[in-house]
């Protein structure tokens, strides 16, 4: 059964940072490339950034070099580092496979950039 449990969102300045944690099962973190996603109010669920098993990363052009994606693989856990957020980072920020294996999703984790 697939679990993922993503953390560590909140109301945030511009400019400022977050850090967003995701612990997976095994039975996906141990196969997948995975990646965090995000869905903001009224818009589509976007791909930000990836990471292979072997932590080879990509990202979104909008967050490149601003956020920072890791993954510890002995702990199933992925991380969002989040840096010179903007306005337009505020969304629902969700972590699964690369696909996501079936419509299986966690509760995301809310991430508010104002002032």
């Known amino acids: 059964q697939v679990q993922l449990v993503e953390s560590g969102g909140g109301l945030v300045q511009p400019g400022g940072s977050l850090r967003l944690s995701c612990a997976a099962s095994g039975n996906i973190f141990n196969i997948y490339a995975m990646g965090w996603y995000r869905q903001a109010p009224g818009k589509q669920r976007e791909l930000v950034a990836t990471i292979t098993r072997g932590a080879i990363t990509n990202y979104a052009d909008s967050v490149k070099g601003r956020f920072t994606i890791s993954r510890d693989n002995a702990k199933n856990t992925l991380y969002l580092q989040m840096n010179s957020l903007k306005p337009e980072d505020t969304a629902v920020y969700y972590c699964?496979?690369?696909?996501?294996?079936?419509?299986?999703w966690g509760q995301g984790t809310q991430v508010t950039v104002s002032s």
């Open positions: 699964n496979g690369i696909p996501p294996p079936g419509d299986y």
